[in-house]
């Protein structure tokens, strides 16, 4: 069990320091609130292309470049540019960043957070946060890099990779690769969902028409800024507030948002200080969705040579819930009894020798096996829902 814990709490620790990037500018109902969410899946770059060694990290985030495909973004055409001005120019809901992006085949998202200002003791304070998200959809593959630098403090980097549900923590250190992989039922879409609350810039409110047609990221779009009653809801002095949203399909390709922040700004006050209070200074947001239907990922080979799992047998009919280095968890419904008989008869015949049988129906059965220097611990015990809980665990 210990071991079984330390490989969870591995896992987990992984995805949570992807959520340490946090501190982004969100904007919800009333007063806004910092939100920190662990990191999502995306599709990347190769791994070429990334920075090396986390103790060699730059100062700044590295630039993803990834593979290229035959673009089929969408047009790029359109007619020129059209100014829309005067208080009657149209208005949109504001667009959430995942929103349509389903239509897409793959992309990669690059969102760039810098804060700076002062202290009311006159201390500077400046940091900045790099998060990229890419996917691609037809491999299932995504990629999440996040690259956090602050004053007077080392800078960090957090990658994840993802296929399907498999989930691997990738690291580079002393010129070595480094990959902690893991599978668990519905983790693609966990990602994604934790991908989606983070990015999210806003969450409600209206954007005023400011000019038709303009092409960014090789995509035809059209400007909007944020109204008046929207800006209010930040609480503070918003200084730009500008978004472009693809003319074909309606998905934002580019959101810019700077904040300026003083010691009345309670909110983004204490964001940007970081609890040390703070007289003024600016957030900038910038936001991009960028290598539309161009992004390809390339799983590193540390982690495409990583098994998951204990490669021995399960009932049949056994769902596959969790799947680690050395551990594997799943559940089948079946008798309890039937599923003890199971592995009693079948290892074995594998070379396996029951060598500790703890247990009962009533709570649950402990196995241990061995086979020369490889040995194995089976639990299961019947859920309340009747199937049976399974853990394998080598070691």
Same mark, same amino acid.
């Given at each position: ?15 949570i320091s992807v959520a340490g990037c946090g501190n982004l500018p969100f904007l919800s109902q009333g007063n806004p609130q910092p ?6 899946? $995306? ?33 790029? $055409? ?27 085949? +793959?992309? @990669? ?5 810098? !804060?700076? %200002?002062?202290?009311? /003791? ?7 946060? =790099? ?5 691609? @959809? ?5 990629? =999440? ?17 993802? *296929? ?19 599978? !668990? ?10 991908? /989606? ?14 000019? @038709?047609?303009?092409?960014?990221? $090789? ?27 693809? @003319? ?5 390709v580019k959101y810019d948002l700077t904040i300026n922040v003083t010691s009345n700004t309670t909110g983004w006050a204490?964001?940007? %200080? ?9 957030? *900038? ?15 590193? +080979? ?14 049949? $009919? ?53 086979? %020369? ?23």
């Open positions: 069990m210990r071991s079984q814990l330390l490989l969870v709490t591995t896992l987990l620790a992984g995805a939100t920190a969410s662990p990191a999502a899946s $995306g599709d990347a770059a190769t791994p070429a292309t990334q920075p090396t060694a986390a103790a060699e990290q730059p100062t700044q985030a590295p630039a993803n470049t990834p593979a290229q495909t035959i673009p089929t973004a969408p047009q790029t $055409g359109g007619a020129p540019s059209t100014p829309a001005t005067g208080d009657g120019a149209p208005t949109i809901p504001l667009p959430q960043s995942q929103a349509n992006l389903a239509q897409l085949e +793959s992309y @990669r998202i690059t969102i760039v957070s810098k !804060m700076n %200002g002062k202290t009311t /003791d006159g201390k500077t304070i400046e940091s900045q946060m =790099t998060y990229t998200q890419a996917l691609h @959809r037809p491999s299932k593959t995504g990629y =999440t890099l996040v690259v956090e630098n602050r004053q007077g403090a080392p800078s960090t980097q957090s990658e994840l990779y993802s *296929v399907g549900d498999m989930l691997y923590i990738y690291q580079r250190q002393g010129g070595k690769e480094l990959c902690q992989p893991g599978m !668990m039922a519905g983790m693609g879409d966990m990602l994604r969902g934790i991908a /989606d609350a983070m990015t999210a810039p806003l969450q409600t409110g209206t954007a005023q028409l400011v000019n @038709r047609g303009e092409t960014v990221n $090789g995509v035809l779009t059209d400007r909007y800024t944020l109204d008046q009653e929207t800006i209010n809801q930040f609480g503070a002095t918003v200084e730009k507030a500008d978004l472009w949203v693809a @003319r074909d399909g309606g998905y934002l204490a964001m940007l %200080g970081g609890g040390a209070p703070i007289s003024e200074g600016t957030i *900038v947001y910038n936001w991009s969705l960028e290598d539309i239907n161009k992004t390809t990922i390339t799983l590193p +080979s540390a982690c495409s040579e990583q098994t998951v799992g204990v490669d021995l047998p399960l009932p049949a $009919g056994t769902q596959v819930d969790m799947a680690m280095p050395n551990t594997t968890m799943g559940k089948v419904n079946a008798g309890i009894d039937s599923v003890l008989t199971f592995f009693k008869t079948e290892y074995p015949k594998l070379g396996y020798e029951l060598t500790d049988e703890y247990g009962d129906a009533q709570n649950g059965y402990i196995l241990n096996f061995k086979k %020369g220097a490889d040995e194995v611990m089976v639990q299961f015990s019947t859920m309340s829902d009747g199937s049976v809980q399974i853990t394998l665990t080598r070691g």
